[in-house]
């Protein structure tokens, strides 16, 4: 690195100034008026060339007193000539690249970033006692132990360097180099660099940035890249979790897609390992096509209600640093579903909801009552009654009717079904219920059942990677006929056009009436496996959407805290190991595969972090240009294991502060203007001898 | 004598004139009878010589009484007393508009002194005439023995602007032979030129046997510099700048001023013209007086 660069630059800005005794002069000139004289025959007489003189001697005064302007301002700019001289302090910021793509193969046996850490060290050991140096990380990690600042302490440096790990992350570049150049920029060393240490990875350094970097003069950059070594096995990423759409009940399993990318021309085989909050384990083998993701599904069950996580990770692939993501969720308590009946009402419905009657399996669990004795604070969430029950309950059960509608408005869900044994002949719905069932029919060949609501939320279970409902070939040979008023809207009918299931909300809950009684008399239905899914979709639908628990890719900013306490603390519940707490501003984001918690005051946030994907691609910036620096000046050079990168760096560090020289050139500017403006008195003539 | 209020020759400069005179030290030539001698030899009462009788001299100037001493006819000569004509030879140039330290400008000045000494050669029977000129002779008045005759020269003195460049020695050579009767001619100039021009010119009105004198009205800033620090100076005649540090150059400017004005004065003293150097701060009177008083 070479060159004229100025270390107060705003100095330079005011060079124009040193025009202002030429302005003076001339403006004076103009406003000074000549005075009126008889003759001027005694100054020729004195010295013919006294004009001419005065005049040189003028412009040789106004000249040096621009020149002792520029001279200073020069001088106060601290121009530094590098390359050049005997050297002088050194400050430098190590800009270490620890995104994930630095955890790929490198020389020697080691990372790209434990070589990286390594060179760095070198540099470290190469600096003078009086020197300064500060260490940046591209992905800012709460887990190292980095100084706030430029610091002479190089045990505390190395110490640092040794505190550097891998990552998952996607780092901002611009971001870093900001970061940079403020430690940079408290230094006030004659000769302040950045040096880059990265593997210059496509997706961080090939992309120009959306706000270019801001220039500072007087700091030099140096980019110095690390090689990244062939890998010939086939890079699969994890680049997403698709957790349920509804709660994920204590003790109820649950599936989990695992979407896995192989952007590279092999096909993979992979074994995507899982393992959950309480110690249980499980993998799976996955083939992954080249270039094409996959879904793997995955099945699992939390045992107990609370905050769970699972984490996973992919094996089989020679890039570890995109393998990895966390899944948090909020398990609910086991829910309860009450049928107001015998079993016998109710066919194969109880049983589809709860196979083992005790909620082991499903994650709910079965009870039976009687209409009579049902009030509106039942803890279960699902109630199931025949439409016998409300249809014949007389006026003397407007209580019962009048304790089932505000169990609807508080929330829960009341299936109405006919009882296998068929429906008795009149009696009236109740006002609130829009719909009403018609006489009983049948169809001895059976009518098709068909799903007249698709994106009704009793099918989230049904659907499959087309969002198709898989509830078909179904056969009804008996019904009873529905006609739903608005507000009731019409989910499953037959294949001429009766509704045979129709929802109504009620207050906060949902009504569900059926024609269909769950019996194999009356369709294929409780036949088919979908019967378990749909019923069970039934019964949870109260539940609402689950509880979100934040997802985070490594790296990303962090979002969702208010910001208004001053202290944050960070804490890994699962995955990476953090335990971090300072100033809510410092804590930036999680550069590692994890569930977290973030508490600031009294407001708690948990975060499930995946690795970048970004990380595994296997493009790096080749040539001199990168694109991510914008029009900084920078020069990129490629360090080997064998050359080491010490030469380099104290080449750099000789340079010459022209500051002195040119302070001297003014005072000697203004030594030489003070003797041309004050001569001596001019001597008087000799007499000519006569 | 009573003269009347023109501008250069008001009552009570008039007043003050008496006990003024002004004569010459060489014989001049005269129409009328006045206080001065005449190069020619008449019946006047000053005796002059005696010469041997020739045929043709009138018998009643021969002396007698030497005839009875020594026998011998002897003429009795005595010398004629003339009038004075007197020449006033005005330098109008730009330069003498120039005031700075005087009581008037030089232009001023001339023409209160050229006003008052015609004055007083009007009061010994003397006639003036005026000449003025810059870069050449712009305006001559015929000598004027009467103050109704000078009447003309005293309101030309009152038009005068000052202007242009000035030939000193030019007009001085051409003064030189136009006048014919043996003259006094005085001149009036700042003599802002090389001396040796001027003193050539007035040698040249010697040889014609012309009286001259010159008075040198000077305002005491042209002596020294009276200012300080950087000032850009303007001549008055041409216009031409000059920017100078007075500070630097005082005491040599000074110099300079008084080797010229002792080359002037060695010149006029060569020459056997009058020679006086008229400061401006001092009173027109006051400075009559001092120079002519004595008379």
């Not at chain 1, 060339?49 to 200073?72: G, H, M, S, V, Y």
């Not at chain 1, 240490?197 to 003069?217: H, M």
């Not at chain 1, 299931?501 to 949902?510: D, E, K, T, W, Y």
């Not at chain 2, 080359?263 to 009058?274: F, H, M, N, Q």
């Amino acid at each position: 690195m070479t060159g004229l660069t100025a270390l107060n630059p705003l100095f330079l800005s005011l060079l124009p100034l040193a025009a202002l005794p030429v302005l003076f002069h001339l403006f004076f000139r103009l406003k000074r008026q000549p005075r009126p004289f008889p003759t001027l025959m005694f100054f020729h007489r004195l010295d013919p060339k006294l004009n001419a003189r005065r005049r040189l001697r003028e412009w040789l005064i106004l000249f040096l007193r621009t020149l002792l302007i520029l001279f200073l301002l020069l001088a106060l700019a601290r121009p530094v000539w590098l390359g050049h001289g005997r050297g002088g302090d050194v400050a430098a910021v190590l800009l270490i690249d620890n995104s994930g793509s630095m955890s790929g193969p490198g020389e020697g046996g080691r990372t790209k970033l434990k070589q990286a850490v390594d060179d760095a060290r070198d540099f470290i050991a190469g600096l003078h006692g009086t020197d300064n140096a500060g260490i940046v990380l591209l992905v800012p990690d709460p887990a190292a132990p980095l100084q706030p600042g430029l610091t002479p302490d190089k045990a505390a440096l190395k110490l640092a360097l040794d505190g550097i790990a891998e990552t998952e992350a996607s780092g901002s570049v611009a971001a870093a180099l900001d970061r940079a150049m403020k430690m940079i920029g408290t230094g006030t060393a004659a000769i302040r660099e950045i040096h880059v240490f990265s593997d210059l990875q496509q997706e961080k350094w090939g992309q120009l940035p959306l706000e270019p970097p801001a220039s500072r003069p007087g700091i030099g950059l140096a980019v110095h890249r690390i090689a990244s070594q062939s890998i010939g096995q086939p890079n699969v990423s994890l680049t997403r979790l698709e957790m349920p759409a509804r709660p994920i009940v204590a003790g109820r399993r649950f599936s989990v897609q695992v979407r896995l990318a192989n952007p590279d021309a092999a096909n993979a085989q992979v074994r995507l390992n899982w393992l959950d909050d309480a110690g249980n384990r499980g993998s799976v083998e996955a083939a992954v096509p080249r270039q094409e993701e996959t879904n793997v599904p995955v099945t699992l069950m939390a045992a107990n209600p609370g905050l769970r996580w699972v984490l996973f990770s992919v094996e089989g692939d020679d890039f570890p640093a995109d393998n990895r993501a966390a899944a948090a969720f909020v398990c609910v308590e086991q829910q309860s579903a009450l049928f107001l009946g015998a079993p016998a009402d109710f066919g194969y419905l109880p049983l589809a909801l709860s196979p083992g009657g005790n909620g082991r399996l499903s994650g709910l669990a079965v009870s039976y009552s009687t209409f009579d004795s049902f009030a509106a604070d039942a803890r279960a969430g699902f109630v199931a009654l025949p439409w016998n029950a409300i249809l014949q309950a007389g006026p003397e059960a407007s209580a019962r009717l009048g304790a089932l509608r505000e169990f609807l408005m508080k929330g829960g869900t009341v299936l109405v079904t006919p009882s296998p044994g068929g429906m008795a002949g009149g009696g009236t719905k109740p006002d609130w219920m829009s719909i009403a069932p018609e006489s009983l029919q049948g169809s001895s060949n059976g009518l098709a059942l068909a799903v007249l609501d698709k994106a009704n939320g009793i099918f989230d279970d049904l659907r499959d990677d087309k969002g198709e409902v898989a509830l078909r070939n179904v056969k009804v040979f008996r019904f009873v006929p529905l006609r739903a008023a608005a507000p009731a809207m019409p989910i499953l009918g037959l294949e001429e056009g009766t509704v045979v299931l129709a929802a109504q909300s009620v207050g906060q809950g949902l009504l569900l009436a059926s024609g269909l009684a769950f019996d194999p008399a009356w369709s294929t239905l409780p036949l088919k496996p979908a019967f378990v899914a749909l019923a069970q979709g039934m019964a949870l639908n109260h539940a609402g959407a689950p509880e979100t628990i934040a997802s985070l890719v490594a790296g990303e900013p962090l979002a969702g805290m208010s910001g208004t306490a001053e202290t944050l603390a960070a804490q890994s519940l699962g995955g990476s190991p953090l335990d971090w707490k300072g100033p809510a501003g410092q804590f930036a984001t999680f550069p590692r595969v994890g569930v977290y918690s973030l508490r600031e005051g009294k407001e708690t946030l948990w975060v499930a972090v995946r690795s970048s994907e970004k990380e595994g691609r296997r493009k790096f910036v080749a040539g001199g240009t990168v694109a991510a620096l914008g029009n900084l000046p920078y020069s990129v050079d490629s360090i080997s294991a064998s050359a080491g990168a010490r030469p380099d760096f104290r080449r750099q560090d000789r340079s010459l502060d022209l500051s002195l020289p040119l302070l001297l050139l003014a005072f000697a500017c203004l030594g030489l203007e003070g003797w041309l403006a004050n001569p001596p008195a001019m001597k008087p003539r000799p007499v000519a001898a006569t | 004598m009573n003269a009347p209020a023109y501008k250069f020759l008001p009552p009570e400069l008039a007043g003050r004139l008496r006990g003024l005179g002004l004569t010459v030290r060489h014989p001049v030539e005269g129409a009328m009878q006045g206080l001065h001698r005449s190069p020619h030899h008449g019946s006047s009462v000053e005796f002059a010589d005696y010469r041997e009788y020739a045929p043709g001299d009138p018998p009643g100037s021969i002396d007698w009484a030497i005839y009875a001493r020594s026998d011998r006819y002897v003429i009795r000569r005595y010398q004629e007393e003339t009038n004075l004509g007197a020449h006033f030879l005005l330098d109008i140039s730009e330069s003498m508009r120039f005031r700075e330290a005087g009581l008037h400008s030089k232009m001023d000045y001339a023409c209160y002194l050229a006003a008052a000494l015609m004055l007083v050669l009007l009061g010994q029977s003397d006639s003036a005439g005026l000449t003025l000129f810059n870069d050449e002779i712009r305006e001559s008045f015929a000598p004027a023995g009467s103050l109704d005759g000078l009447r003309p020269l005293l309101l030309a003195l009152e038009e005068i602007k000052p202007s242009g460049r000035s030939e000193i020695e030019k007009a001085l050579h051409q003064t030189a032979e136009k006048i014919q009767r043996r003259s006094l001619v005085i001149l009036i100039s700042d003599l802002l030129q090389e001396p040796a021009g001027i003193i050539r010119g007035v040698q040249h009105l010697r040889h014609n046997r012309h009286e001259v004198l010159i008075l040198q009205p000077f305002d005491a800033a042209e002596l020294s510099l009276n200012f300080g620090g950087l000032a850009e100076l303007r001549e008055l005649e041409t216009g031409a700048r000059l920017p100078v540090a007075a500070d630097e150059i005082r005491e040599a400017y000074a110099n300079e001023v008084a080797k010229y004005l002792d080359e002037i004065r060695r010149g006029c003293l060569g020459s056997l013209a009058d020679y006086h150097l008229i400061d401006t701060r001092a009173p027109v009177e006051e400075t009559l007086h001092a120079k002519f008083g004595q008379l």
